[in-house]
């Protein structure tokens, strides 16, 4: 089996997304890493631990030999939250990172007992979902999708831990226009650019904005309906377009320090409102 899999896993290295593509009119080929059966079998141990329940196993051990703070918080989710000093945006407060980026709902159901009900938390605030509309761990019905989010709570509130869920965050492409401009104001220009001209895609491509409202309305409602608190970054986030607000993302996704800053009252509303 593992022979199989780092047979199929050196293929990918080897041939890529890109077998069966079109001639190029010029040779400039990916940067290559040395010692792909290494590489190859680095991958392997990954998929071994496919939730990353390894990530924070030690930080679990190491915090559940102290007593259980009373206000302990959870934060679960994905890179945004993985991101997230909350050491600075709730200063003395007992939170908890368990972000853990790139993952989706399935992923971190799988962590709930690790990563949250062992711990002990008054409140889990999850960020999740947009991870999922973009298929990073292969395409999802928004029915599996929500009933994640609901296995995930009920799995908290069966042992007595409040809920806090969050709206997906929207996202934007003015990363991806600027980009594009400055690329053409140098090739039109004869400057020469500060860097290469945007390769990647869209962020709306990945993370249609119509399927985050419906997520996002889904949400609403079922928190309202079993008890738990919504977290609105949404509305604190989106502009006329339905876009992420210039000047708060560098990549039309991930919050920069002034996004962090705009989460955190958003937050810290939500999850006095749900330990009271």
């Not at 992923?107 to 990563?115: E, G, K």
């Not at 594009?180 to 709306?204: F, I, L």
């Not at 006329?240 to 705009?262: C, I, Q, T, V």
Request: aromatic share 8%; proline share 6%.
């Amino acid at each position: 089996m593992l022979r199989n899999t780092i047979c199929t896993l050196l293929a990918v290295l080897v041939f890529g997304g890109h077998a069966f593509a079109q001639l190029v009119e010029e040779f400039e080929p990916p940067g290559a890493s040395c010692c792909l059966v290494t590489a190859a079998q680095r991958l392997t141990d990954q998929l071994q631990d496919w939730n990353q329940l390894g990530r924070y196993h030690a930080a679990n051990e190491e915090l559940k030999q102290r007593p259980a703070d009373p206000n302990r918080v959870v934060f679960l989710g994905d890179s945004i939250t993985d991101g997230w000093k909350l050491e600075e945006s709730f200063p003395g407060k007992p939170y908890v990172n368990r972000g853990i980026s790139g993952q989706t709902t399935p992923q971190m159901l799988a962590r709930m007992y690790a990563d949250v009900i062992a711990l002990k938390p008054k409140v889990v605030i999850l960020l999740a979902g947009t991870n999922d509309i973009a298929r990073n761990t292969g395409p999802m019905t928004a029915e599996m999708i929500q009933q994640n989010f609901m296995a995930i709570t009920e799995l908290a509130q069966h042992h007595g831990i409040k809920v806090v869920l969050c709206a997906v965050m929207p996202v934007s492409n003015y990363p991806y226009e600027r980009q594009q401009r400055e690329a053409a104001y140098a090739a039109n220009s004869g400057v020469s650019a500060n860097r290469r001209p945007a390769t990647r895609s869209k962020m709306t491509d990945r993370r249609p904005p119509a399927d985050i409202l419906k997520l996002n309305a889904w949400l609403r409602e079922y928190a309202g309906r079993v008890g738990a608190v919504y977290a609105d970054y949404y509305a604190a986030f989106a502009d006329e377009k339905g876009w992420l607000k210039e000047g708060y993302s560098e990549d039309g996704l991930h919050p920069n320090s002034a996004g962090y800053r705009l989460m955190a009252p958003v937050a810290e509303a939500a999850i006095g409102k749900a330990m009271r």
